[in-house]
């Protein structure tokens, strides 16, 4: 059973930056960051692939392209989301994910990834 583990999250002024970790117990292969905002469904924000030779491909939603970078260190078991240029439009709960390699899984949809973590708050304010 894979346990993840989210931190770092807060509140920031428009234009920061933060930092968010998951800890986690293995790697699946494919981890990701999603988001879900009040009233709104949750939605992927990066993802990156963890095992094989294609290990450290990562893709990103349009949203969040040249402001957040998604990184791994396999030794600590920590995936990393750097954010900056934060707008208060990324204001939400973001959770770590987690899935295995599984032909047809989609990047960003949220039923394809069967580990969750419990949600770290990001809040952007202008």
């Known amino acids: 059973q894979v346990q993840l583990v989210e931190s770092g999250g807060g509140s920031v002024q428009a234009g920061g930056s933060l930092r968010l970790s998951c800890a986690y117990t293995?790697?699946?292969?494919?981890m990701g960051w999603f988001r879900q905002a009040p009233g709104k469904e949750r939605e992927g924000v990066a993802a990156?692939?963890?095992?094989?030779?294609?290990?450290?491909?990562?893709y990103y939603a349009d949203s969040v392209k040249g402001r957040f970078f998604i990184s791994q260190d396999n030794v600590k078991n920590t995936l990393i989301l750097q954010m900056s240029g934060l707008k208060p439009e990324d204001t939400a709960m973001y959770y770590c994910?987690?899935?295995?390699?599984?032909?047809?899984?989609?990047?960003?949809?949220?039923?394809?990834?069967?580990?969750w973590g419990q949600g770290t708050q990001v809040t952007v304010s202008t």
């Open positions: 293995y790697s699946t292969g494919v």
């Open positions: 990156i692939y963890t095992l094989g030779p294609v290990g450290g491909n990562t």
């Open positions: 994910a987690a899935r295995s390699f599984r032909p047809g899984a989609r990047w960003f949809a949220p039923n394809d990834y069967g580990y």
